[in-house]
Structure formats: structure tokens, C-alpha cells
């Protein structure tokens, strides 16, 4: 069972920025992809951006040159720095986890809040 803990979501302003944390339980060579996904009410969960074993990344194209993802491997960690906010980010952001396989098994944080609003 892998843990997931994500951390620094809150409130911030239009244009401001927010650097999302998800620290995981998961060793590094067992990890194929980590990403986040985010939730708006009403509204299904997508991808927001993804970061593969290898280290290429994809984004959504709502955020990108807005957001940038990234890890530390020896912290077991997976980052999202957000910039340039819209009301539209507003949402509850995920920290998704899919490790090698078969089977590709996948884990699930249990979500931080951003809400972008003046």
C-alpha cells in the first residue's frame, strides 16, 4: 500500500502562485508515473500534469506555462508549481501515483483545496 500526502493548497488571489506538495511512501524504482489531477465541483477529475520514471512531463493544455511539475527522488516527493492563477484553477487538487507492473497499480492522496479569488 503506497501513501500519499499532499500539502500546501489554500486560498490565494487571481495571478498570485502556490507551490503543491505530495510526499509519497513509495520507493522511487517502483514508481512509473506520479501526477496531479484536480476536481472542480460539478465537474470530473482530470489531468493536470503528469511526470514519467524517465522524467518527461505532460501537462494539460489549460496550464501550460502556468504550471510546472517536478520531483525529488530522494525525498520521494512529486511538486506542482502554479502561477499566473485563474478563478478557473479553482478546484481540489490530487496527487496520483501508478507503479511499475503489471498490474500498474495506482494510488490516490486525499486532495488539497485551491481556491483562486479575489
Known amino acids: 500500500q503506497v501513501q500519499l500526502v499532499e500539502s500546501g493548497g489554500g486560498l490565494v488571489q487571481p495571478g498570485g502562485s502556490l507551490r503543491l506538495s505530495c510526499a509519497s511512501s513509495?520507493?522511487?524504482?517502483?514508481?512509473?508515473?506520479m501526477g496531479w489531477y484536480r476536481q472542480a465541483p460539478g465537474k470530473q477529475r482530470e489531468l493536470v500534469a503528469l511526470i514519467i520514471s524517465g522524467g518527461s512531463t505532460n501537462y494539460t493544455d489549460s496550464v501550460k506555462g502556468r504550471f510546472t511539475i517536478s520531483r525529488d527522488n530522494a525525498k520521494k516527493a512529486v511538486y506542482l508549481s502554479m502561477s499566473s492563477l485563474k478563478p478557473e484553477d479553482t478546484a481540489v487538487y490530487y496527487c496520483?501515483?501508478?507503479?511499475?507492473?503489471?498490474?500498474?497499480?495506482?494510488?490516490w492522496g486525499q486532495g488539497t483545496q485551491v481556491t483562486v479569488s479575489s
Open positions: 513509495a520507493t522511487f524504482f517502483s514508481i512509473y508515473t
Open positions: 496520483n501515483a501508478r507503479l511499475r507492473g503489471p498490474p500498474y497499480n495506482e494510488y
